[in-house]
């Protein structure tokens, strides 16, 4: 019986490529995106707090942030809100009749702030589609707060059943 010796072949390994020489793509100004996804909201939140300084008085949550022609732009309020909460030119208080109230009142000063004597203050409510259709029937027609706005673009306008907005801030 013949045995052949096999030869063993050499296996080369293809050359890495150095981490020095790895190629990193440009880095957006982070900054300028910022400023322009939050230009909006920015917005959002200055017209509401305009708003209801003008109203002189408090204002039921559901009509501050309901929109009755986009379930969107009613989550949108609701985030603006948030904001006005947390940096304390807002308050979200019960009134006598049990409703839940939004008041405008005196934003702590800056350097009070600073200094971390103030603490933010912040709420949590949910809504989702189901709740929204359900607010269009509690709330009378032109009752609301916030004017609708003229959408940039229809993305995602189509509602769906299955979306839930919950804000922490």
């Given at each position: 019986?013949?045995?052949?010796?096999?030869?063993?072949?050499?296996?080369?390994?293809?050359?890495?490529?150095?981490?020095?020489?790895v190629e990193?793509?440009?880095?957006l100004n982070?900054?300028?995106?910022?400023?322009?996804?939050?230009?909006?909201?920015?917005?959002?939140?200055?017209?509401?707090?305009?708003?209801?300084?003008?109203?002189?008085?408090?204002?039921?949550?559901?009509?501050?942030?309901?929109?009755?022609?986009?379930?969107?732009?009613?989550?949108e309020n609701?985030?603006?809100?948030?904001?006005?909460?947390?940096?304390?030119?807002?308050?979200?208080?019960?009134?006598?009749?049990?409703?839940?109230?939004?008041?405008?009142?005196?934003?702590?000063?800056?350097?009070?702030?600073?200094?971390?004597?103030?603490?933010?203050?912040?709420?949590?409510?949910?809504?989702?589609?189901?709740?929204?259709?359900?607010?269009?029937?509690?709330?009378?027609?032109?009752?609301?707060?916030?004017?609708?706005?003229?959408?940039?673009?229809?993305?995602?306008?189509?509602?769906?059943?299955?979306?839930?907005?919950?804000?922490?801030?």
């Amino acid at each position: 019986m013949d045995v052949e010796a096999k030869m063993k072949t050499r296996v080369s390994m293809k050359r890495k490529r150095s981490l020095m020489e790895v190629e990193h793509p440009e880095d957006l100004n982070s900054a300028a995106a910022t400023e322009e996804k939050s230009t909006e909201t920015d917005e959002n939140i200055a017209t509401m707090f305009e708003i209801l300084k003008t109203r002189k008085k408090p204002e039921k949550v559901e009509n501050v942030i309901m929109n009755r022609n986009s379930f969107a732009q009613t989550v949108e309020n609701l985030f603006a809100l948030s904001f006005l909460v947390k940096e304390g030119r807002a308050e979200v208080k019960v009134d006598g009749d049990g409703n839940h109230v939004v008041q405008l009142r005196n934003a702590p000063h800056t350097n009070v702030v600073e200094s971390g004597v103030v603490q933010y203050k912040h709420f949590v409510f949910r809504i989702d589609y189901k709740d929204w259709k359900t607010m269009k029937d509690f709330v009378t027609a032109g009752d609301e707060v916030m004017p609708h706005r003229t959408p940039a673009a229809n993305i995602g306008s189509a509602p769906h059943d299955g979306i839930d907005a919950t804000v922490f801030w």
